[in-house]
Nanobody, 122 residues
Framework: EVQLVESGGGLVQPGGSLRVSCAAS????????MSWVRQAPGKGLEWVSA????????SYAESMKGRFTISRDNAKNTLYLQMNSLKSEDTAVYYC???????????????WGQGTLVTVSS
C-alpha cells in the first residue's frame, strides 16, 4: 500500500521560509515522479510543483517559480518542498502526491498524503 506522510508545516511570517517533507513508502519511490499540490482555505486544489524520478527534471506553477524548490532524496524515500519569500496567499494545506509516470508534470497523480498545513501570517 502506498503511503505518503507530509510534515514540516506550521506558522511562518510573510517573507519567511519553510521546508515541508513527504515520507514515502509502499512503492519503488525512485521509479516515479512526484508532485506537490496545495489547497488554500475555501479554494480548490492547485498544482504546485513536480519532479521526475531521479530529480533530473522539475516544473513549477508560475506563481511559485523563483520562490519554491522541489527536491527529493531517493535514498531516504523523501520528497521536499523548500518555500521562500512566503506570502499570505501561500497559506494552504500542502499535499504530497505520487505520479503514475517517471517524468510527470502533475496531471497523472494516483496517490496522496494527508497534507500539512502552512499558515503565512504576521
Amino acid at each position: 500500500e502506498v503511503q505518503l506522510v507530509e510534515s514540516g508545516g506550521g506558522l511562518v511570517q510573510p517573507g519567511g521560509s519553510l521546508r515541508v517533507s513527504c515520507a514515502a513508502s509502499g512503492f519503488s519511490f525512485d521509479d516515479y515522479a512526484m508532485s506537490w499540490v496545495r489547497q488554500a482555505p475555501g479554494k480548490g486544489l492547485e498544482w504546485v510543483s513536480a519532479i521526475s524520478w531521479n530529480g533530473g527534471s522539475t516544473s513549477y506553477a508560475e506563481s511559485m517559480k523563483g520562490r519554491f524548490t522541489i527536491s527529493r532524496d531517493n535514498a531516504k524515500n523523501t520528497l521536499y518542498l523548500q518555500m521562500n519569500s512566503l506570502k499570505s496567499e501561500d497559506t494552504a494545506v500542502y499535499y504530497c502526491a505520487k505520479d503514475r509516470e517517471r517524468i510527470g508534470v502533475g496531471d497523472a497523480l494516483d496517490a496522496w498524503g494527508q497534507g500539512t498545513l502552512v499558515t503565512v501570517s504576521s
